[in-house]
């Protein structure tokens, strides 16, 4: 949980301070105005990185060289700050007053969840996006367990990459490597397979609340034929390999395939639909993660109104409420969001303009307070 916010340089937001509220926190605003580089701004404090380009130089601030974001998270107001410098393109982590050299440690403080347009293309894009949901779930339930043998799974996934481009498949190299992929490709495959299994139920729970698609289940592909061991195909395939100059078979081929009975749900569903398939499984990592580490995660919502009809807007709200996670939602007009929540939420309201970020007292929310004061009042 993000307790207080300071942006300095981030696109057209100069300096930006903020006191978020716990629960819900809406920023509304005209577009260009500054809504969405709060939600980056918040990614960044959170992986170093934005997720809307993987340049530095549309983030920071024109005229400027330097973009940091600095938070205090946590009950006991932890301080993080995240610095970015144009000229050498270099990365500053601190936390606790410390310097911070791992992003990986740096994601484990302060779990994001991001829903915006570009999500909704997890079901239609490539393998890599719903590998990468995979293992955004795997690392934040394993991480101990995780992100070593990832690092080896990487390390010897480009080995055999390497000697298969120079037609080196002789002696004991490959075998080394092969033996070392191996391991850890089974290691990976075990520990997504067990998150899948976690996830499923959950999602099915989620799903059901926001929509109905009783027979739609998802299904996790490893990557390799499920009836044979890995070093059995990467032996069968070995020709292929080396015309190819790459691995074939492995956990980086792996997916995560969306079924309505037996056909792709992304050939059957509507483009609505799709998209709360998507919440749902992004809802369904939120519950799972606080179920099984209890703690929560943050979710930044970009421009909700306009990917879902009302009805949906207000099904995907209680479901926040129902988390009681920590959430950042934007939107152009704040009437669009003002009758999805239960009375009792805190809604924090935030006018985004020209760069400039204005708290805007909530009447739902100074009406109940009012209703307390006066019955505190007769009841003295």
């Known amino acids: 949980m993000i307790q207080q916010l300071a942006i300095t340089d981030i696109r057209n937001l100069s300096s930006v301070s903020i006191t978020p509220s716990s629960s819900v926190n809406v920023l509304y605003g005209l577009n260009g105005s500054g809504k969405t580089s709060v939600l980056e701004a918040i990614h960044i404090l959170g992986v170093a990185r934005s997720f809307r380009t993987s340049r530095i130089k549309p983030v920071i601030n024109q005229g400027a060289e330097v973009c940091t974001v600095f938070g205090r998270i946590g009950e006991t107001l932890v301080p993080v700050g995240v610095s970015r410098n144009l000229r050498d393109e270099s990365l500053q982590i601190r936390v606790s007053g410390e310097n911070l050299k791992s992003t990986s440690d740096l994601a ?192 930044l919502v970009d421009d909700l109104p306009s990917e879902l009809d009302t009805p949906n807007r207000q099904k995907l709200c209680r479901l926040f409420q129902k988390m009681n996670c920590q959430t950042f939602i934007t939107c152009v007009e704040k009437e669009a969001l003002e009758h999805c929540w239960l009375p009792e939420t805190e809604v924090k309201m935030f006018h985004v303009k020209h760069g400039q970020v204005t708290v805007i007292p909530n009447p739902a929310q100074q009406s109940i307070r009012r209703a307390e004061s006066l019955e505190m009042i007769e009841h003295e």
């Not at 009783?214 to 890995?230: A, H, K, M, V």
């Not at 292929?240 to 691995?247: A, F, I, K, L, N």
């Open 108 to 299: 484990r403080l302060l779990p994001l969840q991001v829903i915006n347009p570009d999500t909704f293309r997890l079901l239609e894009g490539s393998p890599k996006l719903r590998r990468s949901f995979i293992d955004w779930g795997v690392f934040h339930v394993k991480h101990h367990d995780f992100f070593p043998i990832w690092k080896r799974l990487q390390k010897a996934l480009k080995q055999r990459n390497t000697l298969l481009r120079h037609g080196r498949i002789s002696g004991s190299e490959l075998t080394s490597w092969n033996l070392e992929f191996e391991k850890a490709a089974n290691a990976i495959d075990e520990l997504r397979d067990d998150y899948i299994q976690r996830l499923t139920p959950v999602f099915n729970e989620v799903l059901s609340e926001l929509a109905d698609m009783d027979n739609l289940s998802i299904q996790y592909y490893r990557g390799w034929d499920r009836e044979r061991t890995l070093h059995e195909v990467l032996s069968s395939g070995l020709t292929r390999d080396v015309q190819s100059g790459y691995t074939h078979a492995g956990p980086q081929r792996a997916d995560l395939r969306i079924r309505i009975g037996k056909g792709s749900a992304v050939d059957i569903l509507s483009r609505g639909q799709l998209k709360l398939v998507v919440c749902a499984l992004k809802l369904a990592q939120g519950f799972l993660y606080k179920e099984l580490q209890d703690k929560q995660c943050i979710f």
